[in-house]
C-alpha cells in the first residue's frame, strides 16, 4: 500500500492533477496496485490566507510518505520567489531530491517545431543536479543601491554532490541501455573552476563504465545540436542552472509543456513528480490546460516506485491519445477539455 502526498498547488495545478489522479486509479485497478492519498492545500492561496508556506509538521510528514505528486507552484498575487524558493527549493533540497529527471521525447502525432524530425530522432533524457550550484541561494549585494552595487551569486558544486548525481547518471544510462552514451554539458571554458571539478569527476567515474560512451558539450553548443541533431543524444547530465535552461528547451522540442514531465528523485528517499510548466494562471479554471504532462508524471512516479508494468501502460496510452486523437498540445487546441483528455487516456488503458 504506497501512500502518495498530492500537492495540487496553484492555478491549473489542481486541473491537471485531478486528471492525474483519475489515471492513477485507472491504472492501479488494472495492475492490482494500491495507494492511499494525502491531500494538501500548499500554494498561494494558503499562503494570502495564512501566511504559512510549508509548515514544519507537513515537511515531516511528507518525510514518511512513498512519493509526492505536485501540480504547479507560482501564484499572480505572491511576490515571484516566495512560493518558488519557500516550497518547490525547499522541498527539493529539504528532501534531497538531488536529481532532477527530464525526459524528452516526441509522441507519436505530435507537432515539433524542428522540421523534418519525427519520434525516432527526438527521445533523450537529461539528469539535471537539482540540490547545488547556482540555486543554493548563496550570495550578497555590495554597495547596494549604490552606482557601485555589485551583486554576488554563488555557484556551490561539491564533490560528493557532483559524484552523486554522476553516479544516478551513468546507471540511468546503463538501464536505459538505447546508445549507452552519456554525455557531460557544461561551460569548461568558462566556467574553469565549477565544470573542471564536473569534468574530473565525470571522467574519473567513466572507469567504473567501460560499457558507456561518453562525451562532453559546452551548454551553448548543446542547445543547438538539441535543435539541429537531437538524435545524437542519449542521456545528459549537468548542473542545476544549465539543467533547468536545456529541458524547457527539450520541452519544446517535444511538443510543448503540455507533455513535459520531471521527477525530482531521492533515490533513497522520497521523491516528486510534477508536470514541468507551471501554473498557466490564464488557463485556470477554464477546463483547457493539457492534462498529459501530468497523467506522464503520474507514469514516472509509478516507474520510480518499481511499478514498471504500470508505468509502461500510462505511457503506451498516453502515445494512443497523441497518436490519434488530439488536433495539439496546446492549451484549447487540443481538440477536448482538460477532463476530456483525461477520460480518453482512461479509455486507451482498457
Ligand atoms: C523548474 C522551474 C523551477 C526551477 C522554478 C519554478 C524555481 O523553473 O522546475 O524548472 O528553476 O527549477
Ligand atoms: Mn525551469
Redesign the pocket.
Known sequence: MYKIAVLPGDGTGPEVVDEGLKVLDAVAEKTGIKYEKVMYDLGGERYKKTGEILPDSVLEELKTVDAIYLGA??HPDVKPGIL?KGL??KLRFTLEQYINLRPVKLYPGVWTPIKDKEPKDIDFVVVRENNEGLYVGEGEFINKNTPEEIAVQVSRNSRRGIDKCLRYAYEYTKKRNKNNNLTLVGKTNVLTYAFDLWERAFNDMSKDYPQIKTDYAHVDATCMWMIKNPEWFDVLVTDNMFG?II?DLGAMIQGGMGIAA?GNINPDGVSMFEP?G?SAPKYTGKNVINPLAAICAAGMMLETLGENEAAEKIEKAVMEVTANKLKSLSAGKMGYSTSEVGDLVVEALK
Do not use: S
Request: glycine share 30%; net charge negative.
Open positions: 507552484v507560482g518558488e518547490l527549493l533547468d529541458t520531471g514541468i507551471g
